[in-house]
Each structure stands twice: as structure tokens, then as C-alpha cells.
């Protein structure tokens, strides 16, 4: 089994900043990308950001600039950097991972459970 937990979600102002993480642990055998999705109220989950096993990166356009993915391999850890964040950045941020198992060499998709992210003065 797999499982992503992520930490770091909270209240903010506009304009401020904040910090995502997600770690990744149970039976890994590699860990092909990692990436961050949010839902607003209302709306379809969308894609934030995502980073490859090879380190490079991709962001939505909403978020360049602004945004930075990163990752520790050793630590099977993603983090997001947030800043300049806006009301419009208000969502629940889900961590997503694309893993190959220890057990049969399956690769599947996992999800964590969620963190709150409120921009609001």
C-alpha cells in the first residue's frame, strides 16, 4: 500500500505566502512524477503543478511565476511554494502521485486527502 499526507494548508492574505508538503511512503519502488491539484467550491479539480522523476516541471498558467514544485527523492517528499497568492488561489489542494509499487511492480495513481487553502483579508 501506498499513501500520500500532505501538510501545510491554512489562512492567508492576499498577497502572502505559503507552503505545501506531501510525503509519499509504503511499498515504493520508484516514484515517476508528483504534483499538486485543487478544487475550488464549484469548480473541477485542476491541475497546479507537477514534477517528473527527472526533475522537470510544469505549471498552470494561473500559477507561474508565483508557484514552485519541488522535490526531495530522498525523502519521497513534494513540496509547493505559493506566493503572491490571490482570493482566486482558494481551493482544496490535493497532492497526486504516479508510483510504481514494490509489490508486482504495479504502477498506479494516488491521491492524498486534501488540504484547505484560504486566501482572504
Known amino acids: 500500500q501506498v499513501q500520500l499526507v500532505e501538510s501545510g494548508g491554512g489562512l492567508v492574505q492576499p498577497g502572502g505566502s505559503l507552503s505545501l508538503s506531501c510525503a509519499a511512503s509504503?511499498?515504493?519502488?520508484?516514484?515517476?512524477?508528483m504534483g499538486w491539484y485543487r478544487q475550488a467550491p464549484g469548480k473541477l479539480r485542476e491541475s497546479v503543478a507537477f514534477i517528473i522523476s527527472g526533475g522537470s516541471t510544469n505549471y498552470a498558467d494561473s500559477v507561474k511565476g508565483r508557484f514552485t514544485i519541488s522535490r526531495d527523492n530522498a525523502k519521497n517528499t513534494v513540496y509547493l511554494q505559493m506566493s503572491s497568492l490571490k482570493p482566486e488561489d482558494t481551493a482544496v489542494y490535493y497532492c497526486n502521485a504516479d508510483i510504481t509499487s514494490s509489490f508486482l511492480r504495479r504502477r498506479s495513481n494516488y491521491w492524498g486527502q486534501g488540504t484547505q487553502v484560504t486566501v482572504s483579508s
Open positions: 509504503g511499498s515504493i519502488f520508484s516514484i515517476n512524477a
